[in-house]
């Protein structure tokens, strides 16, 4: 076969091997942060930064999420890094948001994070700080989710079919698990453009 029906192949195999409960889990976990008056914070480093934007905006339109992504505020984030330190730029940024046990925490990651190999740290100091506060924590990654799947409240694995694109189907996978949560209709509010316009 060709790279790409191989890879096309690996696709269907994740999309096999998801664990569904763990979403509808998920699922109950975000209706009750938004039932609490909770916000939603969506976190992501590289690839998974922008997902998190996209996220946020799917989570506020269609779901009615208070809903916010530090990476958004790029002023903020440099300034943070430049002057404190890449590794606490998500810690510092929630404290000012004054983050509360009714909040929530999302994680998008490939590996979750892992202060000894010292990978995204900043995500495992902003979990600390939620673990802290009492935040619910979730987590779409892949791998064995190192930190978050450790950590989080309810955690959804994105399985390695093939080790050489662990990170092209965890990122893929973060566009489908968060487009699946904003359209379960314990979650979605409002319709989409496209299916409220009719053909």
């Not at 029906?5 to 109950?28: G, M, Y």
């Amino acid at each position: 076969m060709s790279f790409s029906a191989d890879f096309l192949q690996e696709v269907i195999k994740v999309t096999h091997e998801i664990q569904a409960p763990v979403i509808e889990k998920t699922v109950a976990a975000l209706a009750d942060v938004r039932a609490n008056g909770g916000r939603l914070f969506i976190l992501g480093v590289g690839g998974s930064a922008a997902s998190a934007s996209h996220a946020v905006n799917d989570f506020r339109k269609l779901c009615g999420f208070e809903v916010y992504c530090p990476t958004d505020n790029v002023s903020e984030l440099t300034a943070r890094t430049n002057d404190e330190g890449w590794d606490t730029v998500f810690a510092e940024w929630l404290k000012g948001s004054r983050l509360r046990p009714e909040d929530g925490l999302l994680i998008l990651s490939v590996g979750g994070g892992d202060l000894e190999r010292n990978v995204s740290p900043n995500l495992v100091k902003a979990i600390d700080l939620a673990k802290s506060v009492g935040s619910k924590i979730f987590g779409i990654v892949g791998r064995d989710g190192g930190y978050t799947a450790k950590q989080a409240d309810v955690c959804v694995i994105i399985p390695t079919v093939n080790p050489a694109h662990v990170t092209p189907h965890t990122e893929a996978f973060h566009g489908i698990i968060w487009h699946l949560l904003v359209s379960h209709p314990k979650l979605k509010t409002n319709a989409t453009k496209w299916e409220s316009a009719g053909k």
